[in-house]
């Protein structure tokens, strides 16, 4: 094996030959510990350190890497402290994730780290977003992700390398191709012949490099950075290397050819790198065995300050207040002029609001910019902050809200809009398992705001009008809002983009240009979790949300016997509880009214609270009023029947009789 030491010193070499001997030492603790039964998984690296090691070398510490479990040779080149990794790995409380992550699942903002999670494919996006932070700062510094060669196979890997080569971001995606995903080869993984073909369809440049070999990583990583930050475009990286063993312990290998096991044992990037430095008089039996020492020595005393049982006090209060950062405290509402505004110039105002608020806001959506939007709401707003804070995204939603949790990682705020709710489900992994867990996770917030034009009743068929809230009411880490007026929507658009925390923003498009209404102006932000009492009322309440409280606004309008008490929730996560408490006490007899199909509902959730908390104040079982269980129907009159509003009537006619 050939090393090409140029512009590499003496004492460098040393420094890196300690470097990738570090983390196989620690690997070959842990697997001792593994078998004590003091750790419970170990996703091992040996075989293929030289990639981890050779990359962080290769980068400033203050460049952000985003590793695989396999990488720990990432975070022992960051230098993060071995005692504190032990406790992480243990799942201690004392860990970098409280004990609440996996072994590698943790991020680190002083070591410039962000960790993964378990889908493989969401941390390549991070990356463009981590990025996208430095081109818009003009700082000159690369961004470096790690992938396997499984990973490549999933639809993330295509839509952030195609978003870093249209939006000429400075990442190197760096594939660790060591043979396997689990159990399947890389005969059943791919046909192309070589991982970095696929860069020539990005116009993105690529190297392919052997992965045992620790120098041509380095160099490697070092012409990667330097092509990106002279040209601003990311470059792609084919690491062939090989695990040695399971893909995690209790796998085992019996899957791999044993002749294949044996050619890698033959290619051990520790050995080779070691045969290197004895061939040109730097390392000798002695000096190597000093290392060795010195090293175990280290990790030794490491190991023996752990304790010997891990424990773990659970503490409900301190993990339900991990759920969210911290939120600013919003100023009270104070008087002032208003005008009459639409829905959708409301929600119009707000963005350019918070923009001059918001050096920091990022917009991002399909044809936001010049287009102004498929809805219009941002017509204008690139004429006045540019493209780089007005960005038009290709259709890559999960790439996109990816990115924005890597800006937010860097102290910015993103809006990103989705042409419909509907069409959410295409970035639903990066929004549960990346913005909704990561601060529960290791603390990071997510700075995202997503906006949902949602809702029927406009003739647009089953996958432009759903309303899809209630996918996201079950994921803790979430908040999720639906105003239902001009001044609301204003308002909490605005406490939205103050919020440090994921918010996703329904707007109902019916609403758009059918509703005017009185808009305080300036920053008049309105507190998110907090219901409103739209008309008070004696006989039934009514708790609603979004296109609901105009239906029972017009229904007591139409109905003036009957006293209707309408609670508009506003915020469906967190929930008002003490605002439906007090609706529920109003008049003992309760319909929760909401256009979401019937079963799995919000609905469902409210009633059962109410059933569990107000039972003493009822008069009469709670009610339901929800749209038919079917996707939405494209012609009118099977749509009107769809939605909930056609037996709005029916409901609380049973009610009243009560």
């Not at 510990?33 to 510490?61: C, D, M």
């Not at 993984?189 to 392919?208: E, F, I, N, P, W």
Request: include cysteine; aromatic fraction near 10%.
């Amino acid at each position: 094996m050939y090393f090409n030491r140029t512009q590499i010193s003496d004492e460098q070499l040393l420094d890196f030959y300690r470097a990738l001997l570090y983390p196989r030492l620690i690997e070959e603790k842990m697997l001792v510990l593994l078998r004590q039964g003091k750790i419970s998984k170990w996703f091992s690296g040996i075989g293929q350190e030289a990639v981890a090691v050779g990359a962080t070398l290769a980068l400033a510490p203050d460049e952000w890497i985003l590793p695989l479990h396999r990488n720990l040779g990432v975070f022992t080149t960051r230098n993060m402290p071995l005692h504190k990794l032990f406790l992480q790995w243990q799942g201690s409380p004392e860990g970098y994730s409280k004990g609440r992550e996996r072994s590698f699942h943790f991020g680190s903002r002083e070591h410039h780290i962000c960790g993964m999670i378990s889908h493989l494919g969401p941390q390549l996006s991070i990356a463009d977003g981590i990025a996208l932070a430095h081109t818009l700062r003009k700082q000159q510094k690369v961004t470096l992700v790690f992938t396997g060669e499984g990973g490549t196979s999933e639809g993330e890997f295509h839509e952030a390398l195609n978003v870093a080569a249209v939006w000429d971001l400075p990442v190197i995606f760096l594939v660790e191709n060591n043979g396997y995903g689990l159990s399947t080869p890389v005969t059943e993984q791919y046909r192309c012949a070589r991982l970095t073909d696929r860069a020539a369809g990005y116009g993105m440049h690529s190297l392919r490099i052997d992965g045992n070999n620790l120098l041509d990583v380095y160099h490697a990583v070092a012409e990667a950075k330097a092509y990106a930050l002279r040209e601003q475009k990311p470059v792609l990286i084919e690491a062939l290397t090989f695990r040695m063993r399971g893909h995690e312990e209790a796998s085992g290998t019996k899957y791999v050819p044993p002749a294949l096991l044996e050619e890698w044992a033959g290619k051990d990037p520790v050995h080779h790198y070691e045969e290197f430095l004895r061939f040109i008089g730097l390392l000798d039996d002695d000096t190597i065995s000093d290392i060795h020492g010195q090293l175990k020595q280290y990790i030794d005393a490491a190991v023996n300050t752990l304790p010997a049982e891990t424990t773990v006090i659970p503490d409900t209060a301190r993990e339900l207040a991990d759920i969210y950062a911290p939120a600013p405290a919003l100023p009270p509402a104070a008087p002032g002029p208003t005008r009459e505004m639409r829905f959708i110039d409301a929600i119009s105002d707000a963005l350019k609001t918070a923009m001059e608020q918001y050096d920091n806001l990022v917009l991002m959506g399909q044809d936001i910019a010049e287009y102004g939007g498929a809805f219009k709401i941002t017509e204008g707003l690139v004429q006045q902050f540019g493209k780089a804070r007005v960005r038009n995204t290709p259709l890559c939603e999960s790439a996109v809200v990816g990115a924005a949790l890597g800006l937010s990682i860097m102290g910015y705020k993103s809006m990103i809009e989705m042409q419909f709710a509907d069409f959410v489900t295409c970035g639903f992994n990066q929004i549960v398992n990346n913005l909704a867990k990561i601060h529960y996770r290791w603390g990071q917030n997510a700075d995202v705001v997503i906006r949902l034009p949602a809702g029927g009743g406009v003739g647009a068929g089953p996958f432009h009008s759903q309303s899809n809230e209630a996918w996201f009411t079950h994921t803790p880490g979430l908040k999720v809002v639906y105003p239902a007026t001009p001044a609301d929507a204003r308002g909490l658009l605005l406490a939205a983009l103050a919020d440090p925390n994921p918010v996703l923003f329904f707007e109902h498009k019916a609403l758009y240009r059918s509703i005017t209404g009185p808009v305080p102006e300036g920053w008049h932000p309105v507190e998110i979790g907090r219901a409103n009492v739209v008309q008070e009322g004696a006989d039934i309440t009514i708790i609603t949300y979004g296109s609901g409280v105009h239906w029972a606004l017009e229904y007591a309008q139409q109905h003036p016997q009957l006293s209707l008490h309408i609670l508009d929730l506003r915020t469906l996560l967190p929930l008002d509880y003490a605002a439906i408490h007090a609706a529920v006490a109003q008049t003992g007899k309760v319909l929760v009214l909401h256009e979401d199909t019937l079963t799995g509902g919000l609905g469902g959730e409210i009633a059962a609270w109410i059933a569990e908390h107000c039972f003493s104040l009822l008069d009469a079982p709670v009610m339901r009023c929800a749209s038919l269980d079917t996707p939405v129907p494209f012609a009118a009159e099977l749509e009107k029947n769809f939605l909930a509003k056609a037996r709005l009537d029916q409901y609380i006619q049973q009610l009243a009789a009560y």
